[in-house]
């Protein structure tokens, strides 16, 4: 028996109505902020992440999926959406457009993670990105826009969490004073934060184990190393998130799990859950564009899982809307009918009704059956007496009352009657 791999997961047809809700308020809320959609490929060359994400995160060192193709490229499977949005930014020569140019995308992405709860290998990521801008006030308007769309989705129960990690100035002497806050406690350490410590130190204040954490506690705070220029722009970001009524919680420790941020980095936090399920995150990274070959080339975004928002919406017990299903089943007892109903749900579609028609011969019992399990609301029924009067019966599956129709009408008569329900 064959089964889905480790971590991924069919979404069945009874699951569709959350995927579709999300991508239906996805894309409205991209257009009334004027974020256009840009669609990438599903692998790339691995080296596109490599060098965007950076060794030392968990992400380019244990869960990338890379294979070689038959030319012996290396390549990888999206492994998220920000890097391949820069290549083709570059690719396209979109820095000839007005700046910054706004961007979102919906797709599957590819992490070898340990799977649990709301964690899988293939997920699907919403994000947008705005590139070329460096104005904190569009760092708050990606914030804005991530928490509107929350909003539209019918989830209230997150908060934002805001951090500034820095630049290429400020950075790397915070970093120094972490090594030397870290290399006081090395024996207390787990395994990876001893790794971390050489390979990616900012990473340590994200451990969640118990005797990283007291570490990290009285660890420095990136924000009192911050250059003039970054102070400015996380205070101006504060601004305009409190002119826009956005509660935030600044949390020192936050400083995302990719390597590509500058200055705001922010994620959202489900209320009630466990630490390790951010509902999303984003910030600046103002050096990737130049990291891939271009010009310097501000820019901000956010991503989201959309497998979490789904089961966020589950415990917040959030009605989405139930997809269209279709209006009649055709059921039929003889060849004779057999032929008329063929005939008449190929007329029924093409004039935009949407049925099922019985097939494989079955009783009328088990045909009225498998009607009530599609949850249609009309049976058209026909027997011998229906072809030889050119009609149908109609029988209401709610109320269960029954009228005879004349083939001729039964378009019409279904129109209406989809109108008024
Ligand atoms: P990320 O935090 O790695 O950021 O992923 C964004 C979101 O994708 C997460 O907050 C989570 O909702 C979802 N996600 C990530 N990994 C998994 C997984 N294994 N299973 C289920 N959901 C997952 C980025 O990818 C950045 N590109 C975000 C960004 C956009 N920053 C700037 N622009």
Redesign the pocket.
Known sequence: MYKAPRGTADILPQEQGYWKYIEEKATALCHLYGYQLLTTPIFEDSQLFARTIAGGTD?VDKEMYIFEDRSGQELALRA???APVCRAYIEHGLFNLPQPVKLYYIGP?F?Y?RPQA????Q?Q?F?F?AIGAADPALDAEVIEMTQQFLFSLGLSGFSIQLNSIGCNLCQPKYIEALKRHYSNYIARLCPDCKVRLLRNPLRLLDCKKGPCQQVADTAPKITDYLCPECQAHFQSVQRYLKTLDIPFQLNYRLV???DY?TRTVF?VEPQKERAQS??????R?DNLIERLGGKPTPA??????I??LILNLKREKVNVPSLPKPVAFIAYLGDEAKIEAVRLASKLRQAGIAVIKATDDKSLKGQMRQANSLGVNYAIIMGEREVKTQSVVLRDMISNAQKTVPLTEIVGVLKQEQKST
């Not at 709301?118 to 290998?121: A, E, F, L, S, V």
């Not at 901000?300 to 899982?305: I, L």
């Open positions: 992400l998220e959406g920000t992405a992490r993670e709301g964690r899988y290998r997920h990521q994000g990105e995302r799990g990719l941020y994620e951010a509902l999303g995150g984003g910030g990274y901000v975004g956010f991503a989201t899982g497998e979490r």
